[in-house]
């Protein structure tokens, strides 16, 4: 794709451009610079702006039709033509893309003074909608203009075998297919309507027939096999309806989707992915995947999801599922790298899963810390241990002033190098961090640390260690919620590893004092409280009127949405902890690990 520097710009549209450069993922800076584009005169103004849009949001198929409009208008036929096909490339699945793609060429063959050349063009326009399309639950209007120009044309054969296919096809509104299979059943040679296959299986099965009566007994015989067909598609076409009428957004938009309309497509593709057999990727399951991710092309999850399901029959087009995913991602999440790193290392893809990791930590932002830790393992993994280490320094040197995520990476670094056996590189780290931040999660990182040492050492030297641990965070000005953690740690600490009565008394005393004095504080607060009720003048209740009944079927259900966090890249601004800008209805997908007692 060209850089947004290098397209060409309209006089008048700088500022227009400026704003694209410092948001390139704005939508509504595009789209103003859209409408500015439309009114110019010169093609290569327009194509320098559309172009640039589609790249970014190729799946906003009312633009490719606008921009194919603008390019017969401004340009040629070949341009338009050339412009619907990047578009029916990028988006496959657009019903309303194909039709208008083959409408304009049948009106431009109604213009033409050799009509007939444009047929081919147009059957094979139609012939990869179908196989693109046909499957969408509203691609009736696609087949029912096929059928139509077929029938015009006098190409009554094509017609009805994708007539049968409409019938086979479990979408909406396709019953009214059956009744012009019989039409033409009626009006033409059977020969014309039914394979010579079917044909001939019929006329086995009918014996000895007059020749005057062939005719009625074939076509007979023909719609009765349809009518079985159509019977079972109507059948799972009601099992989809109820589906298909909770969809609330089928198409591609940047704004946010409420979690029910995620779980409808979740609970959709579930449901489609049960139907069939695992002996292949089925039409109907692609079909639906490509939908949903239309629709929710913003959210990973359908992208892993589809990859996952194609994973087990084709590998390299599970690669290019993940590939299209990330193209689309406006603010991919670290998980989304990192399944595609995975993805990558467990098909003998190494060098990929490493470009993989690379492009996610590059940028000069601040990193994700679990990239951070996924890619260092990556490396540990493939035996290079001093990369993986360098990956930490290098981690830590660019949050050297991130008070927030500091701390977390130091941990992270810490637990790396211990699983890795250098105990006194990983208590060095930790003793560093500490001396810059109080962080709860380092201190109990470093205690679980001298509490493992110690089981290993068995040493007073090594139970001096952990007890200086006590002694320092102890001696911290810290909250009270806190203290109590580490007294209470230290403790059990004690109880359990000990060997000097009077260390283990005091640690135990000084645990249950603290708590005892909490228990003091909550009922002194307890106590002033109801003293204070006890002084406000008693109001009698008010007189209310009686509940309303309300019937089952007006009453509404107690529902609370739960609306993801707004996107900063979308109008608002802001860095998240680890330098991620959460993906809309995502949250940060690392939980950082939790430490009770040993």
Known sequence: ATSIMAMLRAPGSEQLWEAIETQPSSFESWVNLLSFSETQVEFKYV???????????????????????????LASPETSNAIYEKGVKAIKLSVDLWLHYANRLIDE????????????????????????????????????AYIDFLIDIGDIKTASSTLEK???????????????????VNEHDCQL????????????????????????????????????????????????????????????????????????????????????????????????????????????QFWLKYAHYVEQYDVNEARDILERGAKLQIFPPPSYWHARAMFEEAHDGVDRAREIFEEAVKGGGLICAETVIRYANFERRHGDIEKAKQIFADAEALHIEDKDSRPFIACEHARFLENLGDVTTARSILQAAIEKDYSK??????INLETKAHITERSAESAARLDAVFKTVLAKDIDAEDRATFRRRRAITADDFGSDISVVRTAILEDSLSRDRGFDRKRKMEEELAAEKAKRPTVPAPVTAPAAVVTPEFAQPSYTPQWPAANPGWGSTGQAQWGYTPQPGYSLPYAAPTYGSF
């Open 47 to 73: 194509q320098s702006a559309f172009e640039g849009f589609l790249d970014k949001f190729p799946l906003c198929y009312g633009y490719w039709k606008k921009y194919a409009d603008i390019g017969l208008r």
């Open 109 to 144: 063959k109604r213009t033409s003074r050799q009509p007939d050349a444009y047929n081919s063009q147009i059957k094979s326009v139609f012939d990869r909608a179908i196989a693109s399309a046909g499957l969408d639950f509203k691609s009736q209007p696609l087949y029912q």
């Open 166 to 184: 409409a019938i086979r096809a479990p979408i909406a509104q396709g019953e009214g297919f059956l009744a012009i299979y019989q039409k033409l």
């Open 193 to 300: 309507v039914a394979t010579e296959m079917e044909l001939n299986q019929i006329k086995q099965e009918l014996g000895a027939v007059a020749p005057s009566e062939l005719k009625g007994a074939l076509s007979a015989r023909i719609m009765a096999s349809r009518r079985v067909i159509a019977a079972q598609t109507s059948a799972e076409v009601a099992k989809r309806q109820t589906y298909e009428s909770q969809i609330s957004r089928p198409y591609f938009h940047v704004k946010k989707l409420e979690d029910s309309a995620l779980s409808v497509w979740r609970k959709y593709l579930d449901f489609e992915i049960s139907c069939h057999d695992d002996t292949g990727p089925h039409p109907a399951v692609i079909s639906l995947f490509e939908r949903s991710c239309i629709a929710c092309a913003l959210y990973p």
């Open 441 to 446: 999660r380092l201190f109990l990182t470093l």
